[in-house]
């Protein structure tokens, strides 16, 4: 249990700080560019890396905050027997797409191992990384709420 909101509460933590870190780089480049005329060539490149790792780890946060994939108001509208197996559904789908970014995120890896950042020397891995990372992550959260419900029907007698 304590690991498991020790992963969730990293990745959030990670989050936060790649936002702020976003937020500096792009103030950074606007100031440098449109003050100072004297545009940074690195801050473009690092903007779009964090913003990758930003929207993918965001993606396994809102898995793990069960906001996710959903459309409430349609949802609401059906039956109950439907929200029932949509509530069952969704999960799989969920766990299947993970499975397509962990696979196609390493052969992006793989294709692009040798390619570099000019303005920064840094190694195109680190961009693609964030896709096969966030899957693994959303493989956990899932796997982490379906032992939840588990449980919790173990524990209620269901």
């Not at 994939?69 to 797409?97: C, D, Y």
């Not at 493989?139 to 032992?147: A, K, N, R, T, W």
Request: charged share 15%; proline share 2%.
């Amino acid at each position: 249990m304590e690991l498991e909101k020790i992963l969730g509460n990293l990745v959030e933590g990670v989050c936060m700080v790649l936002v702020v870190a976003l937020a500096v780089v792009v103030f950074l480049q606007v100031f440098n560019r449109f003050v100072l005329k004297a545009p940074l060539a690195w801050s473009e490149d690092l903007a779009m890396l964090l913003f990758q790792w930003v929207a993918f780890l965001g993606a396994a946060v809102g898995v793990k905050r069960m906001r996710h994939f959903g459309i409430e108001l349609v949802v609401k509208k059906m039956s109950a027997r439907t929200r029932h197996w949509i509530e069952i559904l969704i999960p799989w789908i969920m766990g299947f797409v993970a499975l397509i970014l962990i696979t196609e995120g390493y052969n992006l890896i793989l294709f692009n191992k040798n390619r570099i950042y000019s303005s920064m020397d840094l190694s195109y891995i680190w961009t693609y990384s964030a896709i096969p990372v966030s899957g693994v992550l959303i493989l956990i959260f899932l796997i982490q709420q379906g032992v939840g419900r588990l449980r919790g029907r173990k524990e209620g007698g269901e």
